[in-house]
């Protein structure tokens, strides 16, 4: 059941994570005639490995990530590779360290920009679609119990509260708060019906039945929000935008409080943490799994975008030290950098992934408590 529900669900989100980010290395490669020497999904060791035309694609045991493998991608600061002597003479010429500057960085961006179209794509489709439940201040009755005291007030359902007692709602929780504290009293509640403002008076009852309130309303403060096939792509993009700089910011505050403060990141997960998050999505169903997507694929953009060495960003670092300077960073301090740079990133991911062993031997659950 573990394996159904979980594994099998987080390996299939992360492949297809993976395959749209290396495709876009893999594309932008081929359009500038850069020879792709593998394709390859996890980290070696190989497990499996089958070579079409001049590619390998291959399928390795660390199922934790992927690569596409470009014929003098690790000389890139060194300017030269290994020559054999069954190796054509033009194949130097499709070396990767041999493009302009400028095809470099695509190729490197290409993989970010796939994961961040991915995520506007799927954002988009449920803006259009199903429609996306988003938080508002709006607090909208959604439901009227017969024999109420809201129904016997005139209240219906679809009316929105604006105030009780001139008090301006604009939580849920407020309003539980007023109507629980002043069961027996009269309230004066304003509220809207069609653009239209009223106001009724409503004594909360102080016996009430069991699943009702002093009310006997429903309410919330989550609204649908749908737009036309032609608009959602700009909200799509927007709220992908908007969700990225989040990202980015929850980023920047986990590095601040682990550098200033000593603190522990919080909010984390590594493999075991996503998997669990995964099953979880997965069990609400096909919207809460399309989101959760979108915001991974959000998050493998927004990383791999960062100077961080052995990532993307940090392999587009050299190459805008090479456009501004003029020269190349040399081979062997940039190999040196990514080799640091993967070793701290896996000693990350294993520090991360004890935290979520931890987390699921004491029960704890990465979701916020509401």
Do not use: C
């Not at 009227?144 to 129904?151: C, F, I, W, Y």
């Not at 590594?270 to 979880?280: D, E, F, H, R």
Request: charged fraction near 15%.
């Amino acid at each position: 059941m573990f394996l159904i529900t979980i594994i099998l669900p987080f390996l299939i989100v992360l492949t297809i994570l993976v395959l749209i980010h290396e495709f876009g290395h893999y594309l932008t490669a081929k359009k500038f005639g850069i020879k792709v020497e593998e394709f390859g999904f996890g980290f070696p060791p190989r497990m499996f490995g089958k070579k079409i035309g001049e590619t390998i694609y291959s399928i390795n045991w660390l199922p934790i990530g992927g690569f596409v493998k470009l014929y003098g991608e690790d000389n890139a600061g060194g300017g030269s590779v290994r020559k054999t002597n069954n190796e054509p003479a033009t194949d130097l010429k499709r070396a990767f360290f041999a493009r302009p500057a400028w095809q470099r960085a695509t190729i490197v961006l290409a993989g970010v920009v796939m994961n961040f179209i991915l995520a506007v794509v799927i954002i988009s489709y449920l803006f259009a679609v199903p429609g996306v439940a988003l938080p508002s201040k709006n607090i909208k009755i959604e439901e009227v119990s017969a024999g109420s005291p809201a129904q016997l007030a005139g209240l219906l359902k679809g009316d929105e509260i604006i105030s009780v007692n001139g008090q301006k709602i604009t939580t849920t929780d407020k309003f539980i708060s007023i109507t629980h504290s002043s069961e027996g009293k009269n309230l004066s509640i304003e509220f809207t019906r069609h653009g239209q403002e009223s106001l009724v008076n409503v004594v909360p009852r102080t016996n009430f039945p069991k699943g009702q309130g002093p009310l006997g309303v429903a309410i919330s403060s989550i609204q649908i929000i749908k737009y036309p096939w032609y608009q959602a792509p700009f909200y799509g993009t927007a709220e992908a935008l908007k969700f990225s700089w989040m990202i980015l910011a929850g980023l920047g505050g986990m590095v601040t409080d682990l550098v200033t403060h000593g603190a522990p990141p919080k909010g984390v997960a590594g493999p075991i943490g996503v998997a669990q998050l995964t099953g979880q999505a997965v069990s609400i169903g096909v919207e809460a799994t399309l989101w959760f997507v979108a915001i991974l694929s959000l998050n493998l953009a927004v990383v791999n975008v960062l100077p961080i060495p052995a990532l993307d960003g940090g392999r587009l670092f050299f190459i805008l030290i090479e456009l501004v300077t003029g020269r190349k960073v040399p081979q062997r301090y940039e190999t040196m950098s990514h080799a640091v740079g993967l070793v701290v990133l896996l000693s990350l991911i294993l520090v991360i992934t004890l935290f979520d062993i931890l987390r699921l031997i004491s029960g704890q659950s990465l979701l916020p408590k509401m």
